[in-house]
């Protein structure tokens, strides 16, 4: 964090000052190590691991928050009597299908059919057709139905108050994370059960009603074949330690964009529309009401997700869109399938994609399988670039290593390129929404150079000038392009369009054009047109919310009148979590949001219905928010309540398990099944994968970032200042590492994969430790990921010897754990890299490209 | 204080004067004081966010001419209290450096050197290639179920564009049929 999040990180020096204990656990000693009470390194790829032996500790030794447990959690629901875990099957849970490599989930569903009473209510879903199961995602591959957020599971379980029935959700976790033991992550993850008990005793010693502990991570958990699973284990934590919705607590993701959680939350993701409603699939008769149905519950805050989508519906179609046509639902392109950055990249080298933007992003050096991503641009007819510098994405056509080995010129490469010049951030007027989901609008300080323009500026014109040729159409395919609301004000001497103007869309207005106070206001009968309900609210009262700027030192800690936070303001989600079910903050030192008699009230913008007392009890036939208790935090979950145990949702597993990586170097202790058996592989030409262990790729290997460069280099590499303050690539090796091979401190070393082989500079150095795994030595070694082959400095990319295997739940790509050879001296050049690669492959008995 | 003569000398009034370590005002001469902060000279300050990671620090974006002179953390951010990293500090340098790209270019297939083009022709070529190719991957139905789709059109955005900016990518390229909408939120 204090490499890759400064200043961000100044708020752990002011925690770590007011007594906290700050806990860094990483493979490489870094900056945050240096000031952590204590750095525990671990082997990349193995923190499920680590996790699954936390949740064990506070399950044994009876350490959960049991208060909080009982109410806030599914612990209590009994799971169907056909569920069987992975302790059952060496490594796969039941429902598994060899052929397809996918889980049917039905039997991870509640049980409906038990004797015991329900203290809640009957499971009205799960007696209703199963829309959401492996029926349609059998015919879509992994994930193709599970994209909605919301639950699907309906409302309350049987449960059993007492945590006592073998099948309710906290025994199935006790037997589930049993052989998760300190002994175990001694030999999976390389760390001393000392240190482990160090961790254990301060996260139980520092949760409870006094006091919590947060979890903070970044794309080091995401970045793996297991990546959900890895923020999941960490939830069951959080939940049983009553972590979550509390000042202190959480798992907070540091994002590594200035708007990647605005890029989420307006989603340019194929599998999403605004405020993460579901794109919807392909199925033979579909209309917004059977979209609707599949999309989310139809209790908790989702049950109003007509309104949600029939305002976004209005706020594109406009006029066209009414009751009549179904709002112009049937406007809506399908989805038959995994339509990811990854599967388009193959799409592209198997010459099904025409044309493709690359606007602000720079996948040649930032994408795993380099090699691949730079074929993919040279398959497509025409490439339109839109960046501040020419970066690798736009010149890979004469600069690309393959061009500099001799396997490719620029006279074979038919691609047409566009290079259109970006808009800085101060050339231009928006929002960014940063890691803790806070929309700060930056303003336009002057106009851009010369040709440079906003992506604003972009999308609008583009769009004018296909409309212009598409006017007159009769075609039917036209019609949703034609009857687009399209019309912002134009300001200043480019015509920009009116950034105000499009976040006031997205806020939401009224059939009279008055903008809408907030999500709630939204109606599900063509009134109301809002592009985001999520984000409705950021220009309530018709103030640009978002731009708020009341000094800090003027306002609480909260600092309510900075920016504006999604939901309504709310700077914690779920924080009626942070007073007990009465509605009395657990303690006073950590009290947040609390029922004061009348209403909810505290230093935040409750995230809870202002006037629903602590003391409701849903009817039972009440839908949205409704059905959930006045003691249910979770209101965005079917019944309230935090789910250690997912009935549905995940396509791998209704619990986290451990699977090694894809690469790794050593075997899984645990099950039979060495990897996650859903993850998506892609085994073809250029995308050889490394063995398992093995002699030939004996290391492990992990990414990352350095504080001078930003991702793949576009907006640092072109800078004098920070190209002098990190001038070359380089890879840091243990001293013992070094002696095994011959490295030198300050030569280079040659990094070979199946994919290819990179030159770097070595850094030999103490900050990487050599891990006993499994037995033996396992050496890794750190690779930051910023060059290419263009910039001010130039150096090889670590993406290029990544291969293409990703999370099935989120088609991430596992990029934090590989495997490598390693030896000195600085690659070949010219035909003898391939040729080196190749040989390689050749001993590996990996098979020929 | 003006001085003249000897008595001008730093050392002189170090070894006279209080300022015994010359680090203050025996060190100071006529050309300290007439320094001024470039940021003085602003013609107009303006409020901004660090477009780097996702912490999101406050930046004082200063103008003078036209030009950006200088960019500084800004202390009344709570999330920030005025500190930005190297890359935040260096930002300025995304505005202008001398290396920063600032007109349209043109590859045409096969070549080897880009050409220069103007943005007008650059925008209509590019409508023109979006329509084209939007009907040539256009799918009415796949595996016999309508879909209404195109699929010769992908996009991948950086995840440093505002939301407004998605927003129109999104919208707009939905209405186009195009679902390979990407973004790094996906890497």
Known sequence: MAECHPVGFQWVMEAKARGAKVFHIDPRFTRTSAVAHRHVPVRAGSDIVLLGALVNHVLSGGHDFRDYVLNYTNAAAIINEDFKDTE??????????????????????????????????????????????????????????????????????????????????????????????????????????????????AIVANSGRERTTAFVYSVGWTQHTVGAQYIRTASILQLLLGNIGRPGGGILALRGHASIQGSTDIPTLYNLLPGYLPMPYAHEHEDLDTYLERAAGDTGFWGNKRAYMVSLLKAWWGDAATEDNDFCFDYLPRLTGDHGTYQTVLDQIAGKVKGYFLMGENPAVGSAGGRMQRQGLASVDWLVVRDLNLIESATFWKDSPEIASGETTAEEIGTEVFFLPA???????????????????????????????????????????????????????????????????????????SAAAVLKEINGYDADGNTLSGFTALKDDGTTACGCWIYSGSYADDVNQTARRKPGAEQSWVAPEWGWAWPANRRILYNRASADPEGRPWSDRKAYVWWDGEQWTGHDVPDFEKKKPPSYVPPPDAKAQDAIGGADPFIMQTDGKGWLFVPKGLVDGPLPAHYEPHESPVDNPLYGQQTNPVRQVFPRKGNRYNPVGGEVFPYA???????????????????????????????????????????????????????????????????????????RTVHQIGLPYHWGSAGIVRGDSANDLLPIVLDANTHIQESKAATCDIRPGRRPQGAALPALVRRYRRIAGIPED | MARVGIESWPVLRQLTGTDRLGRGEAARSKRTDALVARTEQADRVVSSVCPYCAVGCGQKVYVKDEKVIQIEGDPESPISRGRLCPKGSASKQLVTSPGRQTTVLYRRPYGTEWEPLALDDAMDMIADRVIEARRQGWEDTSGGKPVRRTMGIASLGGATLDNEENYLIKKFWSALGAIQIENQARI
């Not at chain 1, 101060?426 to 440079?452: C, I, M, S, Y």
């Not at chain 1, 990352?704 to 090796?733: K, N």
Request: proline fraction near 8%.
């Open chain 1, 88 to 201: 059952d099957l060496d490594g796969l849970f039941s429902g598994y299908d060899p052929e397809k490599r996918e889980y049917n989930p039905t039997t991870w569903g509640y049980d409906s059919a038990s004797e015991e009473p329900a203290s809640g209510r009957r499971d009205e879903s799960s007696r209703a057709p199963d829309l959401s199961a492996g029926d349609l995602s059998h015919e879509h591959g992994p994930g193709a139905t599970y994209e909605a957020t919301p639950s699907q599971t309906g409302r309350a379980p049987y449960r059993d108050d007492t945590l006592e029935h073998p099948r309710c959700v906290y025994q199935v976790l006790k037997r589930h994370f049993a052989r998760y033991t300190p002994e175990l992550v001694e030999d999976v993850c390389g760390i001393s059960p000392a240190d482990f008990g160090e961790i254990a005793e």
């Open chain 1, 423 to 497: 808009a800085s951030h101060v050339e231009k007027g928006g929002t960014f929404t940063n890691t803790q989901r806070l929309l700060q609008w930056h303003h336009k300080a002057l106009e851009p150079p010369a040709d440079a323009r906003s992506d604003l500026w972009f999308m609008y014109h583009l769009g004018l000038r296909i409309r212009e040729r598409l006017s007159g159409s009769a075609d039917p395919i036209d019609r949703p392009v034609l009857d687009l609301t399209w019309d912002y004000p134009e300001e200043g001497p480019q015509r920009d369009p």
């Open chain 1, 701 to 775: 290997f992990t990414t990352y970032r350095l504080t001078e460069h930003h991702t793949a280099g576009g907006m640092s590499r072109f800078l004098p200042y920070l190209s002098e303050l990190q001038p070359e690539m380089f890879c840091e090796v243990s001293p013992a590492l070094a002696a095994e091979r011959g490295l030198v401190n300050g030569g280079w070393a040659t990094i070979i994969t199946a994919r290819t082989a990179i030159e770097a500079r070595v850094l030999v150095t103490d900050r990487i430790r050599p891990l006993r795994i499994r037995g």
